[in-house]
């Protein structure tokens, strides 16, 4: 089993930054792919970005250019550095890890961005 702890969500004013952060326990393989989605209200749930264990990104247009994901495989953590932020993107924001076929997510973390 794969348990996830997303962290570091918040409120912030548009333009503004925010860093959050995934950690993976339980039975972590050596590769995996680990990534955030987001859910708004009333939307879908999105994919936003995604890193390789072996380091290769994949970003959503959306976000490309204003975010940026990585991971520090020693302690089964990634991160998504988020910079000049919007309205459009308050949703809260799920951690994911998909390994040998099988796809775990976090509880999610609240991101507001006011304007």
């Known amino acids: 089993q794969v348990q996830l702890v997303e962290s570091g969500g918040g409120l912030v004013q548009a333009g503004g930054s925010l860093r959050l952060s995934c950690a993976a326990s339980?039975?972590?393989?050596?590769?995996?792919?680990m990534g955030w989605y987001r859910q708004a209200p009333g939307k879908r749930r999105e994919f936003v970005a995604s890193i390789t264990s072996g380091g290769d990104t994949n970003y959503a247009d959306a976000v490309k250019g204003r975010f940026t994901i990585s991971r520090d495989n020693a302690k089964d953590t990634v991160y998504l550095q988020m910079n000049s932020l919007k309205p459009e993107d308050t949703a809260v924001y799920y951690c994911n890890i998909i390994q040998r076929f099988r796809q775990y997510w976090g509880q999610g973390t609240q991101v507001t961005v006011s304007s």
């Open positions: 339980g039975s972590i393989f050596s590769i995996n792919i």
